[in-house]
C-alpha cells in the first residue's frame, strides 16, 4: 500500500509564506513526475504545479506563477511546494499526488494514480 503524507498547511496572513510537505511511504513504486492540486468547498479540484523528474521539468498555474516553487526528491517520492506573496484566494485543500506515466500530461489528474489526504492552507485578508 502506497501513502502519500502531506505536511506544513495552516493559516497564514495575506502576503506571508507556507511550505508544504509530501512524502511516500508504504510499498515502493517508481513516479515519473509528482504535483500539487488544490480544492475550494463546491469546486472543482484545480491543478497547481508539477514537476516532471526527467529533466526537471515544472508546470504551473498561471495564478501561482512567479509566488510557487515546486521541488523534489525523485528517490524519495516526496516534493515540497513553497508559497510566497499568499493570497486569500489561494486558501484551500492542498493535494500532491505521484504519477506513474512516463509521458503523462502532468496537468491533468486523471495522470495521478496516488493521491494524498490534503492539508488545509487558510490565507486571511
Known amino acids: 500500500q502506497v501513502q502519500l503524507v502531506e505536511s506544513g498547511g495552516g493559516l497564514v496572513q495575506a502576503g506571508g509564506s507556507l511550505r508544504l510537505s509530501c512524502e511516500a511511504s508504504?510499498?515502493?513504486?517508481?513516479?515519473?513526475?509528482m504535483g500539487w492540486f488544490r480544492q475550494v468547498p463546491g469546486k472543482e479540484r484545480e491543478f497547481v504545479t508539477a514537476i516532471r523528474w526527467n529533466g526537471g521539468t515544472t508546470y504551473y498555474a498561471e495564478s501561482v506563477k512567479g509566488r510557487f516553487t515546486i521541488s523534489g526528491d525523485n528517490a524519495k517520492n516526496a516534493v515540497y511546494l513553497q508559497m510566497h506573496s499568499l493570497k486569500p484566494e489561494d486558501t484551500a485543500v492542498y493535494y500532491c499526488?505521484?504519477?506513474?506515466?512516463?509521458?503523462?500530461?502532468?496537468?491533468?489528474?486523471?495522470?495521478?494514480?496516488?493521491w494524498g489526504q490534503g492539508t488545509q492552507v487558510t490565507v486571511s485578508s
Open positions: 508504504g510499498r515502493t513504486f517508481t513516479s515519473y513526475g
Open positions: 499526488a505521484a504519477s506513474l506515466i512516463r509521458f503523462g500530461n502532468l496537468m491533468a489528474q486523471f495522470n495521478y494514480a496516488y
